[in-house]
């Protein structure tokens, strides 16, 4: 299984970026699919999930800036970000589960929010 990331980069505060995350398989093998992100000097935490029926969760954080989704037609999970702020930067990873399998990460991608 691979998870290839894209979107990140350079973002002034309050702007906006939309992560994504193509899935080698079929998203509807895996019964959880989100991203986590990691900033320098810090633990890395989750962000937001979704699972196989659409049920969401979100970091307190993030809640209200951050939307989470999914296309089964492209096997993409998508991460829209708004009204970024300096504290999310970091290092943001997709993640995905299946139950009989475990746990996938992608490589990650940078995002910086900076003026």
């Known amino acids: 299984v691979q998870l290839v990331e894209s979107g990140g980069g350079l973002v002034e505060p309050g702007g906006s970026l939309r992560l994504s995350c193509t899935v080698s398989?079929?998203?509807?093998?895996?019964?959880?699919l989100g991203w986590y992100r990691q900033a320098p000097g810090k633990e890395r935490e989750m962000v937001a999930l979704i699972t196989n029926n659409d049920s969401t969760d979100y970091a307190e954080s993030v809640k209200g800036r951050f939307t989470i989704s999914r296309d089964t037609a492209d096997n993409t999970v998508y991460l829209q970000m708004n009204s970024l702020k300096p504290e999310d930067t970091a290092v943001y990873s997709c993640y995905a589960l299946k139950l009989e399998y475990g746990h996938y990460w992608g490589q990650g991608t940078q995002v910086t929010v900076s003026s």
């Open positions: 398989e079929s998203i509807w093998k895996f019964y959880r």
